[in-house]
């Protein structure tokens, strides 16, 4: 019996959700390409959207965490939002899995900060007493131009934070998903706040 094209993404999606809980990562790409490779599945068109794999991955959660893994997610927005009040200057994004509701224990809270020069951003971390490590994050921008971004990594009262530096002069140059190719989705301090206020 053949398997239509929305089954498969349906199956893809799932599989990719266990791989991500499995492998307690948030590398949403990585996993879908690991699961069609199970069902032999080569071609882009076949692959899940990102939001088909984060809602399998919420029914996933909630199934086997529960309440758990409500609180959690609070905690994390929570510290997120302390944080981008911290760095407000840098006009701050929450993305990744603390952002669309899929984190859990082990995930860390990712920000995408807009500066003149990294350096901007670690005159500031040093003026808060925060010691960071640095590593290079690569990107591909909606110009269709691929850049390594500064990154840089650091843990506050138990929890992760990654800092992603892009460029102030060209906001409207937005990073791209590498799984649809469609600009990262992510919350303004004012939108964080909202989905804090709101229970669920």
Known sequence: MRTGKRELQRLIAYEAARILTELRS???????????????ITKRQFLPTREEVESALREQQRL??????????RTLRLSALNAMQALIQFNP????????GTADSNSCVKLHLFADT????????????????EK??????????????PCFIFNADGVGFELVVLPAKNPRNHPL????????????IKQLQQLVDTPG
Do not use: M
Not at 64 to 73: A, K, P, S, W, Y
Not at 93 to 100: C, Q, S, T
Not at 136 to 149: A, I
Not at 177 to 188: F, H, K, R, V, Y
């Open 26 to 40: 948030d590398n949403v790409t990585y996993a879908c390409q690991k699961a069609a490779a199970k069902y032999g």
């Open 64 to 73: 086997v965490r529960g309440e758990r893994q409500t609180d959690t997610l």
């Open 93 to 100: 994004k929450l993305v990744g899995a603390v952002f669309d």
């Open 118 to 133: 990294p350096e901007d951003l670690l005159f500031t971390l040093s003026d808060l007493h925060i010691p960071w490590q």
């Open 136 to 149: 290079q994050h690569r990107l591909q921008f909606s110009d269709g131009r691929k850049e390594s971004v």
């Open 177 to 188: 998903d590498p799984l649809d190719n469609q600009p990262i989705q992510g919350a303004s």
